[in-house]
């Protein structure tokens, strides 16, 4: 199993990728313009995040064709539809990144730039089908002032100065890209650093601003993976190897290099070498070591077994999905450790060198392991698809679901292709029969937070079946911006999913069936501003330092900094205009409480907290102190209360945005709730009715004027005319 305990502080907080908050609930004025998409008659599905009245995902419809190639229709749909997206002249403002085909559409991604330069990692993605017309869209895109400045004060080599300076290792340079980063106050003419150090293990991407060379975010581009675990491994096969063909070999086939994957034995001198060779035969029958026998460090089965693998799992991908990587070979390397001669517990991807590193461990090694070898290449299939932020933070808090997201979908093809939710038997490994749900089971760790993800996809492959499960994840993917969340992984499965059903390949019912899971697990709604209107409230856990390994080092320093950890959500709740107060309510339970933790509750209206971010670890910057709030409350006793006699004062008819910053040891369980009260009207006293005053009596001659006759009609004078009634 995972032992998240053992995870260095810096695992958590290394990385940040400043986004924008997530958007808000529907725009009516829009509602109009999407109904104007769908020429058969339905009514398109749209998902609104929080902070946006533009649509983040829309699905549910068809346009007419718009053009015979779907880069064009994509184009066509954008300038059609500019008012749906946050660009003015798509035919400036977008530009053709990717072409995914799945099941005889293609998915069309297109990336925001601005006066010629990236905007960094904003997209919109158009699902075009076969006959040219658009069924689907996702965006991300945001506006840029059109005043920006594109000149930058700092040059590429100073930012490279600026980002090696964050560095505890000695970086090189991989690549500087000058383009535009949506702060939280707007656009930024920004520097894209890409650094490496002397290991393969080290890799930072580091952005700032042109101008300043303030750090803007810091993130870790390495993919790594625990000890994920197949049914192909020594445990499942009881130790007994198979003979199978090593395909797609290059060159003279001496050596483990093919059109899709090499194989290398790692060094720590960098002198890495090839060290399986065929055999006069041109065979590679090289036997594992035995398990007792473990570690070794020079094993030739271990690279056999990692190219046969990853030359499988890169035919699967192309041949199923048409998934087409933008380097054809991949790298992997076996045997790797850190130190020489001391075991390395874990295996990772690096996207910016395109490699694959397997572990030997302690007790076993990744390269036996197709599991691993699987998840560690769908790491590479997610990044070079939808582009993800892996794991990092920003001024609104930590961004959790992208790595979520693809740790969770790295499980899912790992266990869907074998049929095995089990992945436990060799060495590390995680079930993915489970009951987790969003937000609850968050905690800011990737893997933990990805069984979420793993999880209900495992039950929609007990609905649908592998295939179609494959299938909906991938299209999902290609759908995906890089600030992705849990609803936005949900709406594109559910896309996915009306589309096979219209291609005969799910029914109805389970259409439904997998709507179900997707809300049972939280999944439909869980973004990083999570709305509390009409009563709703949640549960979730803030992580302590002791899940780290580090409440002796450091507590003491947040607690003199005033730091605390940043979280993981922000709530919301829209308060009416005829509200008088707002109650927030905010129930701790601390898990073997010591007495010095601190629980801050933090307040705003209208707008998302801000954060400062803090430079810790070397100068490394990461979000551990409110900057922006209207109140933040330490420790508080009993509710948050907000009214016209409190400072700062309810603004009614405002949405109010509140999160939970933890500083303590232990971890903390948190359910959250708000509602809006309302002042009752005191009713006013009745007055007492004054006295009738007795009528004076009439003389004969009037007392004659309304007689009643008994018969039910009147006499002269008037009168009722009905004799009961009257």
Not at 232 to 249: A, Y
Not at 432 to 457: F, K, Q, T
Not at 516 to 540: I, N, Q
Not at 643 to 664: E, N
Request: hydrophobic letters at 40%.
């Amino acid at each position: 199993m995972n032992n998240y305990s053992a995870l260095p502080m810096i695992a958590l907080l290394m990385t940040a990728l400043t986004l924008q908050p997530a958007r808000a609930a529907g725009a009516p004025e829009h509602e109009e313009m999407l109904d104007t998409l769908d020429v058969s008659g339905r009514s398109p599905v749209a998902l609104y995040e929080q902070g946006s009245t533009l649509p983040s995902f829309v699905h549910g419809f068809n346009t007419i064709p718009l053009a015979a190639d779907p880069a064009g229709a994509a184009f066509r749909f954008t300038l059609d539809n500019f008012s749906l997206i946050a660009v003015v002249d798509p035919a400036t403002e977008l530009a053709l990144d990717d072409l995914v085909a799945w099941k005889g559409r293609t998915f069309v991604r297109l990336a925001q730039v601005f006066a010629g330069l990236p905007v960094f990692d904003r997209v919109i993605v158009v699902r075009v089908e076969a006959d040219g017309s658009v069924s689907a869209f996702s965006s991300n895109l945001v506006m840029v002032d059109p005043g920006l400045s594109i000149v930058p004060a700092l040059t590429s080599t100073d930012a490279v100065d600026v980002g090696a300076g964050l560095m505890g290792w000695a970086p090189d340079a991989r690549s500087t890209t000058l383009g535009v980063y949506m702060a939280h106050q707007g656009a930024v003419l920004a520097w894209r650093v890409s650094l490496a150090g002397p290991a393969p293990s080290q890799a930072a991407v580091v952005i700032l601003d042109a101008s300043s060379g303030r750090i803007l975010s810091v993130r870790d581009p390495i993919m790594d993976a625990r000890g994920y675990i197949f049914p192909e491994n020594p445990v499942r096969d009881e130790g007994i190897t198979s003979e199978v063909d090593l395909q797609r070999l290059t060159g003279d086939g001496t050596l483990l290099t093919g059109e899709y994957a090499q194989a290398w034995l790692y060094s720590t001198t960098g002198a890495h070498t090839q060290s399986a060779v065929a055999d006069l035969d041109g065979n590679f029958l090289y036997l594992p070591p035995r398990a007792e026998d473990e570690p070794v460090f020079d094993d030739p089965f271990a690279e056999v077994n990692a190219y046969y693998q990853i030359d499988w799992i890169s035919n699967y991908y192309r041949t199923v999905h048409g998934h087409t990587p933008p380097h054809s070979v991949m790298k992997v390397y076996v045997n790797y450790v850190e130190e020489a001669g001391v075991a390395y517990d874990n295996a990772f991807f690096d996207p910016e060198a395109w490699t694959i590193s397997l572990g030997q461990a302690t007790n076993g090694d990744f390269a036996h392991d197709f599991d691993t070898i699987c998840h560690e290449f769908t790491h590479s299939v997610n990044q070079a698809t939808a582009h993800l932020a892996y794991f990092g933070s920003d001024q609104y808090g930590m961004l959790v679901f992208p790595g979520g997201l693809d740790e969770g979908l790295a499980d899912t093809f790992a266990v869907s292709i074998t049929g095995d939710p089990d992945m436990g038997e060799y060495i590390f490994g995680r079930n993915l029969v489970n009951d987790r749900v969003c937000p609850r089971d968050i905690v800011g760790e990737v893997h933990y937070d990805g069984e979420i993800v793993g999880g209900a996809n495992w039950a929609i492959h007990e609905i649908a079946g592998g295939t179609a499960l494959e299938h909906m994840a991938y299209a999902s993917l290609a759908t995906l911006t890089p600030d992705a969340s849990f609803a936005d992984y949900s709406a594109g499965i559910m896309a996915a999913a009306e589309a096979l059903e219209s291609d005969g390949d799910l029914t109805a019912s389970q259409v439904d069936e997998i709507q179900a899971v997707l809300d049972e697990r939280g999944m439909s709604t869980c973004t990083r501003f999570m709305s509390l209107d009409e009563g709703v409230s949640h549960s979730f856990t803030c992580m302590g330092f002791d899940m780290l390994g580090a409440c002796d080092m450091m507590f003491g320093s947040f607690e003199t900094q005033g730091y605390f950890f940043p979280p993981d959500f922000q709530w919301t709740i829209e308060v009416p205009e005829d509200a008088s107060s707002l109650t927030i309510h905010v129930d701790t339970l601390i898990m073997g409480a010591r007495g010095d933790e601190t629980v801050a509750v933090n307040v705003r209206s209208g707008n998302p907290i801000v954060h400062e971010m803090v430079e810790i670890f070397g100068g490394m910057s990461f979000p551990l102190k409110v900057q922006e709030a209207d109140l933040s409350v330490e420790n508080p006793e009993g509710a948050v209360v907000l009214d016209s006699t409190t400072d700062p004062a309810l603004i009614p008819g405002s949405t109010y945005y509140f999160s939970v910053g933890y500083r303590g040891c232990p971890s903390m369980s948190v359910t959250v709730s708000a509602e809006p009260g309302f002042e009752i009207a005191e009713p006013e006293p009745e007055e007492e009715p004054e006295p009738e005053e007795s009528p004076e009596p009439a003389d004969d001659a009037d007392a004659q004027t309304d007689v009643t006759d008994p018969t039910g009609t009147t006499t002269e004078g008037g009168g009722c005319s009905c004799a009961i009634a009257c």
